[in-house]
């Protein structure tokens, strides 16, 4: 027998052999797939008993709010409040649950936080499920690949919240994208989402192709080719299952048209998807006074925010030393001038990020110009608001800014990046006229401020007028009527 005709022989041997081996491996396939079905059947029929069981005790449907920090003080938390108290004013025969991870406290202690910190007070009692594994969605527990970690974190999360309440219909609030098609498919629920920020960007994803050092992407990444383009596989496939997820959402409301963008082209739901921008405190800056400032001595330029590291502190600095020496022989000279930063420190590292904020004033020589006050009372933060004339604010790709928004309330020229929220939906011409400045870097920033105050007291306080008038938008008032709007065919699903 020749070569060729033994090689033939061993190839059909092998193909039989292999003929053999697949009938048996699909038999095995169907069977871990009928098993599997069977076993979200199961499950879904019994979450389903424990909804209808709670249902015929006391024949409400409730809405659940997954929000593992609601005791939190941010926007976030105040979008959750407000949200809660246009449904209850709405829908009196509707209970409302918070799934929260706070254990530390009470339910009424939270509610009592929610009063005092947004002036929220609630009609009805919320009832609150107590989540004991918060811990899984902490971006410390995953130093390397957080999204993936918390996105994981966020399933298990989801499962004890489901497993401890199964409600009607299911709002995502904070973010977590994960747990939607847990509540849809195993929950059976209705299930909505309010996107504060996309957990990924395609501006994250530029920012890794063209390997340029941000905060989340550190110098050791973006000088290694090697690195950055692992990453940026990393990102696409976690794109692509973010956009699995999200797609499972029966409503999507985003709160700027920045996120809007985003979310269309990850989640690809456009008739499900509506803006409702966040809702602002504005009336508590209504009350300071608007009136020509030429007589002011001093100039203050205010910065609001928390030290976090991506509201990049560090851009105001520079661009203040450079407007400092732009304006060295100017009026007053530099005694005319200083930086106020207002803000929150959350933790050690924000306490941290300050102490080096401080030291970097000292080495740019501009420490006797610049005040720091953390974790002001709001009748400071008032003070300090009436007493300046510019609101500074330097966040790359901000999705909203309710910073901004408040400095323009209470009538600040604001100078705002030119980015995300602040430069497509806040930062907008009001009536034909101006509202505000925008910059993208420490120059340009340093420029903008140096025009402002060369502006004549008339023609600042024409643009204060204007950001004041324009901000109306985003009050509780205008939230609410948009909330309700967006929410009214989800609750039209809600047997009662």
């Excluded at 809007?260 to 509506?274: C, E, F, K, Q, V």
């Excluded at 450079?322 to 530099?334: A, I, N, T």
């Excluded at 009538?411 to 497509?424: E, F, M, N, Y």
Aim: aromatic share 10%; hydrophobic share 45%.
């Amino acid at each position: 027998m020749s070569g060729h005709d033994q090689l033939v022989l061993c190839l059909c041997e092998l193909t039989r052999l292999l003929w053999k081996l697949l009938l048996p491996l699909l038999f095995l396939c169907l069977l871990l797939v009928a098993v599997l079905v069977l076993l979200v059947l199961a499950v879904r029929l019994w979450l389903s008993s424990n909804r209808n069981a709670r249902r015929a005790g006391d024949g409400r449907p409730t809405v659940a709010f997954f929000h593992p920090y609601c005791n939190a003080g941010g926007g976030g938390e105040r979008v959750l409040w407000c949200a809660i108290r246009a449904l209850q004013n709405r829908y009196a025969d509707i209970n409302v649950v918070v799934y929260t991870g706070d254990l530390g406290v009470t339910g009424q202690q939270i509610l009592d936080g929610a009063r005092r910190r947004f002036n929220i007070a609630l009609p009805r009692p919320v009832d609150f499920v107590f989540l004991r594994h918060r811990l899984l969605v902490e971006p410390g527990l995953f130093p390397h690949f957080t999204l993936l970690g918390q996105s994981v974190g966020s399933i298990f999360l989801g499962w004890e919240a489901l497993t401890e309440f199964v409600p009607d219909l299911y709002i995502d609030s904070m973010g977590y994208a994960f747990t939607l098609p847990l509540f849809r498919y195993l929950g059976g629920c209705s299930v909505g989402s309010y996107v504060h920020y996309p957990t990924i960007s395609t501006d994250m994803l530029s920012v890794v192709r063209e390997r340029n050092p941000r905060f989340n992407n550190p110098d050791y990444v973006s000088n290694s080719l090697f690195l950055s383009a692992f990453k940026v596989v990393y990102y696409c496939m976690f794109a692509l299952l973010y956009g699995m997820a999200g797609s499972c959402s029966d409503l999507v409301m985003v709160n700027s048209s920045w996120t809007l963008d985003h979310i269309l082209s990850l989640w690809r739901a456009p008739n499900r998807t509506s803006v409702v921008y966040p809702p602002c405190d504005v009336s508590g800056f209504l009350d300071v006074p608007l009136e020509e400032d030429g007589d002011k001595k001093c100039h203050s330029i205010v910065s609001i925010g928390q030290f976090r590291p991506e509201k990049d502190h560090r851009l105001q600095i520079r661009a203040f030393k450079k407007l400092l020496d732009r304006r060295r022989d100017g009026p007053g000279g530099r005694e005319a001038l200083k930086l106020v930063m207002i803000g929150g420190c959350r933790n050690q590292q924000d306490e941290d990020r300050v102490l080096m904020l401080r030291g970097m004033c000292q080495e740019l020589g501009v420490a006797d110009r610049v005040e720091f006050k953390l974790n002001i009372p709001f009748d400071e933060l008032k003070r300090e608001m009436g007493e300046a004339t510019i609101g500074l604010h330097t966040m790359w790709n901000e999705h909203f800014g309710i910073g901004v928004v408040e400095c323009m309330a209470a009538g600040k020229v604001i100078l705002a990046h030119k980015s995300g929220g602040p430069k497509l939906d806040i930062v907008v011409p009001f009536e034909g006229g101006q509202t505000g400045f925008l910059a993208e870097d420490e120059d340009s920033y340093a420029e903008a401020m140096d025009r402002i105050l060369a502006l004549t007291p008339g023609s600042r306080l024409q643009i204060r007028r204007n950001a004041r008038q324009s901000v109306a938008r985003f009050s509780d008032q205008e939230f609410e009527a948009c909330f309700l709007a967006a929410m009214e065919p989800l609750m039209g699903t809600l047997e009662r």
